[in-house]
């Protein structure tokens, strides 16, 4: 027995002795599946303490809130929302602001209440682009999971998570809620889990999807397939068998490959979604076919990778063209989902602001800030010589890629909200809410920013299966998963309260600077977590590795 396996079983032994609710899955089920996940080279995630959420309860009510639903309609308050278990039963309005509440309205038989008077409910936040690990780094588990669900993100969409058959095995201790941790849809990438060589051919493009599609890891399955630049006969196949087997696609378009398969074309052989902005542009080339890269251009630079990203923005039609409003409807015929994760790259736009984000300090972990660091080897840290013309250009490449965003959604479009964390001085969680921000920059209402980050994510996440009008999460319904986040301030009139850290704020009683906001609850499956004493814990996950460092370090006597 290994020291790491032999001290799992000595704490799994002291777990067992702690008072365990009926909250909590069975412990004894718990340790066995640890001990073979360890035993299997797997890591082990933290398990969920007996004091780590409340509940699901029998019959829980949320007294008094106000509700943004997610759908795009408007704010409606007081209501009390009634959970029985891991679902919403009931979302019933018992009075107007300003009167007293009619107490004859409200539902009774509560085995628990929550007064939420004058706090704001939210469906749970969706990231729709996630790594429990940045850039090559071994998955962070616990301290990823708690920086999501303490910034209100309750569903998370690996593409991927971790390898494969790790990401599935959190994904079913997550659905049994065994760990705290966001519900979790696994996109796996070709090739991913056997030992069948290179996707290389149509044939064995098609043989893979069925493998994966088949792949039963503790009862999880993936959802769905995280592509990147292939040959064209090769993602056509992909992308059919994957539909075949009810999987959602979606692709970051390598610049290595968009000369001959821009968004567009990906689009045409049925992709259902691009992340970032890869092959976007390229498809609104109307003067040439390649993008116009400097001679001395290198891929595998990362300055230039992506420092002539930046100029995109004036090699593309303009807005409001014929090229830019064609583009726009072929989209919309296709059914095709934008999920742009602005907030990922816009350091190239402000590297200061990014490196400069005040929740680092007590939030970043060490490890995480070194791979940030200017690298000649770490992706996304590019940062050789990082100029004031390298941000003009990205700041006009913004400015047009939000235009579209903006111009896509006002036709019906779906955009989505993705962060992309853990490269480019971002955070996971606290960079997911920046996200929204930049989409609010982009000329989305507080609304719809609020329905992008809800029931548009649900619904691309349902639609691979046939289910976007069976959802199952994504907005306040009866009927729906109990996926909840609790904030003491309107998001619509400051979205920075939805930070972990909140937003600052003049107290004119006292006349002195505090905080408000950062969200108060996070509710998944009906259990009801304290986000901010989650938050607690990664601050002291980062203070511990921070005092580890400065003792690893420190010269003998």
Same mark, same amino acid.
């Given at each position: ?57 029998? %019959?829980?009510?949320? &007294?008094? $809130?106000?509700?943004? /639903?997610?759908? !795009? =309609?408007?704010?409606? *308050? ?127 493009? %098609?043989?893979?999807? &069925?493998? $994966?599609?088949?792949? /039963?890891?503790? !009862? =999880?399955?993936?959802? *769905? ?127 200061? %602001? ?204």
């Amino acid at each position: 027995m290994n020291k790491h396996l032999a001290l799992l079983h000595i704490s799994l032994a002291v777990i067992t002795t702690l008072v365990v609710t009926d909250s909590v899955v069975a412990q004894t089920d718990v340790n066995d599946l640890a001990i073979e996940r360890l035993e299997n080279g797997m890591e082990v995630t933290t398990l969920r303490r007996a004091d780590e959420g409340d509940g699901p309860h029998e %019959r829980l009510i949320l &007294r008094g $809130a106000t509700i943004i /639903d997610g759908t !795009g =309609a408007p704010p409606m *308050g007081p209501v009390d929302i009634v959970i029985e278990g891991d679902r919403i039963v009931e979302v019933k309005p018992v009075g107007f602001p300003m009167a007293p509440i009619n107490e004859q309205r409200r539902p009774q038989n509560a085995t628990k209440e929550l007064d939420f008077s004058g706090m704001y409910v939210l469906p749970g936040l969706i990231d729709m682009h996630a790594h429990t690990g940045g850039g090559g780094k071994a998955p962070q588990p616990e301290y990823t999971y708690k920086l999501w669900m303490g910034n209100g993100i309750t569903t998370s969409r690996g593409v991927g998570h971790g390898e494969m058959m790790w990401a599935l095995g959190e994904k079913a201790a997550s659905d049994r809620n065994e760990i705290v941790a966001p519900r979790m849809f696994t996109y796996a990438r070709p090739g991913e889990g056997w030992d069948r060589g290179s996707v290389d051919s149509p044939e064995k493009a %098609r043989e893979w999807v &069925r493998y $994966a599609a088949n792949v /039963d890891v503790e !009862g =999880a399955h993936i959802d *769905g397939l995280k592509l990147t630049s292939y040959p064209p006969d090769i993602m056509e196949a992909l992308i059919d068998e994957a539909h075949k087997h009810g999987l959602g696609t979606v692709a970051h378009l390598a610049q290595t490959g968009v000369s001959r398969m821009n968004a567009l074309d990906a689009a045409r052989l049925g992709l259902d979604m691009m992340t970032h902005y890869y092959g976007l542009f390229e498809a609104l080339f109307d003067d040439r076919t390649i993008q116009d890269f400097p001679n001395d251009y290198n891929y595998n630079n990362e300055q230039h990778r992506f420092g002539q990203v930046g100029r995109l923005w004036y090699q593309s039609a303009d807005r409001g063209s014929e090229t830019w409003n064609a583009l726009i409807e072929e989209f919309l015929d296709l059914d095709f989902g934008l999920d742009p994760t602005m907030t990922i790259y816009e350091a190239s736009r402000d590297v200061m %602001r990014a490196r400069e984000a005040e929740w680092h300090e007590e939030y970043t972990l060490p490890s995480q800030w070194d791979f940030y660091q200017p690298s000649r080897e770490a992706h996304g840290s590019y940062w050789y010589y990082w100029t004031s013309e390298d941000e003009y250009h990205w700041n006009k490449f913004y400015e047009k890629w939000m235009q579209f965003l903006n111009d896509y959604k006002n036709r019906g479009g779906i955009v989505t909200t993705g962060s992309d964390s853990g490269f480019i001085y971002k955070l996971y969680g606290f960079d997911y809410v920046r996200e929204l921000e930049l989409l609010r920059e982009a000329g989305f209402s507080p609304l719809e920013v609020i329905r992008a980050a809800t029931y548009h994510g649900a619904l691309q996440l349902h639609k691979p299966k046939g289910m976007e009008n069976d959802l199952q999460f994504g907005v306040i319904q009866a009927g729906l998963k109990a996926d909840l986040i609790v904030v003491d301030k309107n998001p619509l009139a400051n979205l920075k309260v939805l930070y972990g850290t909140g937003a600052p704020m003049l107290n004119d009683d006292t006349g002195k600077l505090e905080r408000v906001g950062g969200i108060s609850y996070t509710i998944k499956d009906g259990i009801v977590y304290d986000a901010k004493k989650l938050l607690e814990d990664v601050r002291r996950m980062v203070a511990d590795a921070k005092a580890r460092s400065i003792t690893d370090h420190e010269e003998p006597n």
